[in-house]
């Protein structure tokens, strides 16, 4: 929607900054300024909360039928306003200057009355939306929604492979104490290395080095 009815000069849209609120984090909301006619038109942004807002550009030059963005950044801000209202209001002024003039050559009596200039101006409120309602809803918050949940996929899978690298270690040490134990039996017993030990010595060896390599090649959740 765009507010041109007492602007003949240009159309703004939206025709409310509305600014997703969150503590401590800033954002910003895009106008489009819209030139309706073949003269040159100079604008200049004021706010009556020139602290917490940041608008860039302020001040400018539209050529003939032509628009341009103006970003307003709201400063992050730590204490929420009562009941969200924000009572902030932003004034957007505009006049015919001559063709070709640069933003940097406008006198600095441009967007005064007492010039003899014909200002029109454009009033715009301000609104506080809640992230969690529907109006606050945006494709960062979804992909910021989707990062989230992509974490928690990471970590359920980080936290599985450190369960199975604990079990492998635990399986490691068991083997590890059997082998000793078998060890130290052959050692009292007949010093004759029968086929069958061998085997199971050779065995318990593959295993152990498997669940070493699967130890070591496990990824750090650290």
């Known amino acids: 929607m765009s507010a041109s009815s007492a602007n003949q000069l240009i159309s703004i849209s939206p025709d409310e900054l509305r600014f997703t609120f969150e503590l401590d984090k800033q954002t910003f909301c895009d106008l489009k300024v819209v030139n309706n006619t073949e003269s040159y038109v100079a604008f200049k942004v004021k706010t009556t909360s020139p602290k917490k807002y940041f ?41 015919v200057v001559n063709p070709n003039t640069d933003v940097d050559e406008l006198p600095p009596d441009t967007f005064s009355k007492e010039s003899g200039n014909t200002i029109e101006e454009l009033k715009l409120r301000v609104a506080y939306i809640s992230p969690n309602s529907p109006q606050g809803s945006s494709e960062d918050d979804a992909s910021k929604n989707s990062s989230q949940k992509l974490d928690a996929s990471s970590s359920q899978a980080l936290q599985l492979l450190k369960e199975e690298r604990d079990a492998a270690a635990r399986q490691t040490r068991q083997l590890q104490q059997e082998l000793d134990m078998l060890k130290r039996r052959r050692s009292r017993s007949d010093p004759g290395f029968s086929v069958t030990f061998a085997a199971f010595v050779g065995v318990i060896g593959i295993l152990l080095g498997f669940l070493l390599k699967l130890i070591f090649s496990s990824p750090s959740t650290e």
């Open 55 to 95: 608008v860039r550009p302020n001040t400018g030059v539209i050529q003939p039928w032509d628009s341009c963005i103006i970003r307003v950044t709201l400063q992050a801000q730590h204490e929420y306003p009562p009941d969200m209202q924000c009572k902030d209001k932003f004034l957007l002024q505009s006049t």
